[in-house]
């Protein structure tokens, strides 16, 4: 073979590499990261996830394992809070994002709905919404259209358009805090526990929404949720936080038919439902960290 033909051929398995590292870049990736709040109290120790793109990732655990803290590392609002990433990195897209405000961070494309159903009580839905696209220097029309593809996915959001958000229900204000994150036509939406509060009817429906922006706009989600069997019905892979660290992960059904699983969080067991002290016996044992 000729030396042309040979660099050729070199040229192309180079960018063929190029190609498969792209492509099994992970969109979002948590390296390592460790986070204290008021210089003193360590809350995540040594935190590591990733979500690919255009797929749904649960996080799950139970309260206070880690699950809000992790999520506000990757938006950049845990300095409202007195938090700090100490350690580790956090990149969207192969580009370094822990040190970028939150506004940049929104116009990348990373939107957080945070947990509570954060909603201005004052205003109304349509001007909630309307908040969601401040970070956009685009035309009105182009700010219309997002309107009434939010409309599209919420339709009850339509029917409350002129209503204050405060005199809404709570389905109907979690509703609107997602499609405000929507209104910035995010690439990632992280999800802190939507199912809170909420009737099981009005979970389901929040969910099948969430599977329809992922589907259907290619939205990718990062979902911190202590609705262990709804969340993984809905998402590709999950991780499991216990005490601030990572303790399991993978595929969705794979967690869905652990036992382990299934024990710590449901109280279930091959042997039936187990008493609470059973449960906290299992908790002291972390048989799934040996």
């Known amino acids: 073979m000729s030396t042309a033909s040979n660099a050729t051929a070199t040229d192309a398995a180079t960018r063929k590499d190029a190609v498969t590292t792209v492509a099994t870049m992970p969109y979002l990736s948590v390296n390592n990261i460790e986070v204290i709040y008021d210089h003193v109290i360590l809350v995540l120790k040594g935190v590591s996830l990733e979500v690919p793109e255009g797929k749904v990732v649960a996080l799950l ?26 350690k580790g990195t956090i990149e969207f897209k192969g580009q370094r994002v822990d040190k970028l405000t939150v506004n940049q961070l929104v116009r990348m494309g990373v939107c957080q709905v945070m947990e509570g159903r954060h909603c201005f009580q004052h205003l109304t839905v349509e001007e909630n919404l309307l908040t969601g696209a401040f970070t956009r220097n685009v035309p009105r029309a182009e700010i219309a259209l997002s309107l009434d593809k939010v409309y599209h996915y919420f339709p009850r959001l339509k029917q409350r358009r002129g209503s204050l958000a405060g005199y809404t229900s709570g389905g109907e204000q979690q509703m609107t805090a997602v499609g405000r994150a929507l209104m910035a036509q995010p690439k990632m939406i992280l999800l802190d526990e939507p199912s809170m509060g909420l009737a099981p009817q009005i979970v389901e429906e929040i969910f099948e929404i969430v599977r329809d922006l992922n589907g259907k706009e290619g939205v990718s989600f990062l979902l911190a949720e202590q609705n262990t069997m ?44 187990k008493s609470f002290r059973d449960v906290k016996h299992y908790r002291r044992r972390k048989r799934w960290l040996s």
């Open 230 to 273: 709804v969340a993984l019905r809905y998402a590709d892979y999950g991780f499991v936080l216990e005490n601030g660290r990572v303790v399991m992960d993978g595929a969705a059904k794979e967690l869905a038919g652990n036992e382990d699983v299934k024990e710590f969080y449901l109280g279930l067991s091959p042997g039936g439902r």
């Open 61 to 86: 655990g139970a309260n206070g394992a880690g699950k809000s803290t992790t999520l506000k590392s990757i938006s950049n609002l845990l300095r409202a809070e007195r938090g700090e990433v100490t």
